[in-house]
């Protein structure tokens, strides 16, 4: 199967894929698709003349190409030339404050009764685990994570509001 005849198959399939998948990775679907053809025809395989792909190998080309948008999407900082400030010491600052906010979180939800802190330190989980797998590691029914996971943020919600209240004399904020 020639390049062209590779395009000309798989095309309508692969535009259906990249259309799925783009807007989850924050990619233009025209964008994601180009990358998956370069991707494909680029690869060790078709450089020997073997142009033949399957759908499942588009499919997961697709989705490597979406993971790997995400990851370059969380790492860009867009350039505003309207604004005065260096790029670095904004997002020191901002980077500093994050930190801080996500230590004082954490802090908060091992304080938490119950199976709370097991929970919502997965979901706070960098590894983005799903429900099943979180339901695995608690020991509990995936069924069930839902329920347990609004009871643990409504006390979540109510620890926060408490400390910021307490945080002034009055609990008013200056």
């Known amino acids: 199967m020639t390049p062209n005849d590779l395009l000309t198959a798989l095309r309508p399939l692969l535009a259906a894929e990249c259309a799925a998948e783009a807007p989850a990775a924050g990619i233009e679907a025209a964008d994601l698709e180009q990358s998956v053809w370069v991707r494909l025809l680029s690869d060790r395989r078709a450089a020997r003349g073997r142009w033949s792909v399957s759908a499942l190998r588009l499919r997961a080309a697709v989705r490597a190409e979406a993971r790997v948008a995400r990851r370059r999407a969380r790492r860009e900082v ?48 960098r590894n983005d685990p ?9 020991g509990i029914s995936q069924g069930s994570l839902g329920p347990v996971r609004s009871r643990c943020l409504g006390c979540l919600r109510r620890m926060l509001t408490a400390e910021v209240a307490a945080s002034e004399r009055g609990g008013k904020e200056r």
Do not use: W
């Open 78 to 125: 867009p350039f505003d030339p309207t604004t005065d400030e260096p790029p670095g010491e904004s997002c020191v600052e901002q980077a500093v404050l994050a930190a801080e906010e996500s230590r004082a979180l954490r802090a908060t939800v091992r304080r938490l009764p119950g199976r709370c802190p097991g929970l919502l330190g997965a979901l706070l989980s």
């Open 130 to 138: 799903t429900y099943r797998e979180i339901a695995g590691e608690l």
